[in-house]
């Protein structure tokens, strides 16, 4: 026997849309941030970006060895979890939103880590 219904379709339902709106939200606090560009719009719960606040910018190569190596000082800060992937041949960062307390003020916080985090790689 399967697991009980516990909340139901329209429940579910509420949270897939939920989930779906805050990677569109992700995708607008992305592209108003100049610290990071947008690489493709938002696709089911996903968001892909890139961390470009380095100055001066450097060489693709070395850009995309800063976004693999920002997911993982990312991890061992203990402020967040994401995953890297790649775009058109370059290292992106990607979000997957799946937790139902996820909530606007934590992709604005895992922004301003990132974007922290980047600065610091550099120094």
Do not use: N
């Amino acid at each position: 026997m399967g697991q009980p219904q516990a909340y139901g379709r329209r429940a579910y339902a509420a949270v897939i849309e939920e989930h779906l709106r805050l990677a569109r939200a992700m995708d607008a606090k992305v592209l108003a941030h100049p610290g990071f560009e947008l690489c493709s719009e938002a696709q089911l719960s996903i968001s892909c970006f890139r961390w470009i606040s380095a100055r001066p910018a450097p060489d693709p190569e070395t850009l995309d060895r800063i976004q693999e190596r920002l997911a993982l000082a990312l991890e061992k800060s203990g402020e967040g979890f994401m995953s890297g992937t790649r775009l058109g041949g370059r290292a992106v960062l990607r979000t997957c939103i799946l937790s139902f307390r996820t909530r606007e003020s934590d992709l604005d916080g895992l922004l301003d880590s990132l974007d922290r985090l980047g600065r610091e790689l550099l120094t």
